[in-house]
């Protein structure tokens, strides 16, 4: 298999926790957003109405105070030197997530990921958030946004593989050539072709069919 575009989720994924549960504690509301997070994954509230509700505390912010904020995240060992070793196969990365897509825009350009999914908090002229969701984007919508970078591409979803690890990256899943369920809850282990549990993201090379972590690049 001749693979074209790499995904990967963000929350559990690339960042060892929550992006958005971090990013509530430091704005204030931590509370509020660890009931949310765990009514999602109990299938009693939509990501939809996570969004709502989450994106009324930054009302005021800016891009840069997400960045400020995100600095100190926990993440996975080796992103960079997964992304930089997929590029230089000719396999580009995308992040592909239910976080906020200006906190996937924030890995992106730290770890070169050439685009990213998620919901888009509103912004008045001044580029402040005003606290409303300007376009949602849910589970469902990652396939249609991974369609999408295919078509810009001009290549098949079967030439592509996804890492994950919850149940928002099971349509995914289903969608894509190949899976990893990475130290994933159960519902996404299940759904997956395999899993890994790995304190580094460069431990996927050697499972996906076809790539060799020891291969040299392109010349």
């Given amino acids: 298999m001749t693979w074209k575009l790499a995904c990967f989720d963000l929350d559990g994924t690339l960042a060892r926790s929550s992006t958005g549960l971090h990013l509530a504690q430091k704005i204030g509301h931590g509370g509020v957003m660890r009931t949310l997070e765990d ?4 299938g009693e509230v939509s990501n939809i109405e996570v969004a709502r509700i989450d994106g009324l505390y930054y009302r005021g912010l800016g891009q840069a105070d997400i960045a400020r904020m995100l600095n100190d995240i926990p993440v996975i060992r080796d992103i960079r030197k997964t992304t930089d070793w997929l ?16 906190v996937g825009d924030y890995f992106a350009q730290r770890y070169g990921f050439v685009g990213s999914s998620g919901p888009v908090l509103k912004t008045d002229p001044m580029g402040v958030f005003t606290g409303e969701v300007e376009a949602h984007f849910t589970e469902h919508d990652k396939p249609v946004f991974v369609g999408s970078m295919c078509q810009s591409l001009g290549v098949d979803l079967s030439q592509v593989f996804h890492v994950g690890d919850s149940v928002s990256d099971i349509p995914l899943f289903e969608a894509v050539g190949y899976s990893i369920a ?10 997956a072709r395999i899993t890994l549990d790995s304190d580094s993201l460069f431990d996927i090379i050697g499972l996906i069919p076809g790539l060799d972590p020891d291969a040299r690049a392109f010349s």
Avoid at 39 to 42: D, E, P, R
Avoid at 87 to 102: D, E, R
Avoid at 182 to 191: I, S
């Fill in 39 to 42: 009514g999602y994954q109990a």
């Fill in 182 to 191: 990475l130290n994933a809850h159960q519902a996404a282990r299940e759904k």
């Fill in 87 to 102: 590029a230089a196969h000719g396999i580009p990365s995308v992040i592909c997530t239910l976080a906020w897509q200006c």
